[in-house]
């Protein structure tokens, strides 16, 4: 288990100049699910309602079915455990995303942060470390954030 994981870490340091495109598409959304499921680690306690908007977040992103969403975020949560910075994902979704995609996922992290009812002052920096990993500007982090508060019916 621990040597599959290094090499997993390994795959995801910045990429070869031609490497197969559908392991880079593998590496990217389990970026992206390590980023969802850090939000949900963020907070003391785990709640379902907050698994199934990284699960839901997974499948509008990638198009997955519910089986490979639930694989990714088990494989993803193996790995933001043994992670110990967010550098080697953010680079690969800032390699690979649009500012439009960066935003959305962000939105999507906030409904994860969200889903439990409250955002508490660790998730909130979370939140903000990871939109600063991305280069997601201010207003736009600020309004991704309203969009999800309102989506919950939070305040």
């Known amino acids: 288990m621990l040597r599959t994981l290094k090499d997993l870490f390994d795959r995801l340091a910045p990429p070869a100049a031609q490497a197969d ?3 880079a598409e593998h590496l990217l959304q389990l970026a992206t699910a390590v980023m969802l499921v850090e939000v949900m680690r963020a907070d003391a306690s785990f709640h379902d309602n907050e698994r199934q908007a990284v699960l839901a977040a997974l499948v509008d992103k990638f198009a997955l079915d519910g089986d490979e969403a639930q694989r990714l975020v088990e494989l993803a949560h193996a ?5 110990t910075d967010l550098f080697a994902f953010t680079s690969r979704i800032n390699e690979r995303f649009e500012m439009g995609q960066k935003i959305r996922m962000i939105e999507h992290m906030w409904r994860v942060a969200y889903a439990d009812g409250h955002l508490n002052e660790h998730e909130r920096h979370v939140m903000w470390r990871i939109a600063d990993l991305l280069h997601v500007p201010q207003g736009a982090y600020q309004h991704a954030r309203l969009r999800a508060q309102e989506a919950a019916g939070a305040r």
């Open 79 to 83: 790995v933001a455990k043994q992670a």
């Open 21 to 23: 495109p559908r392991e």
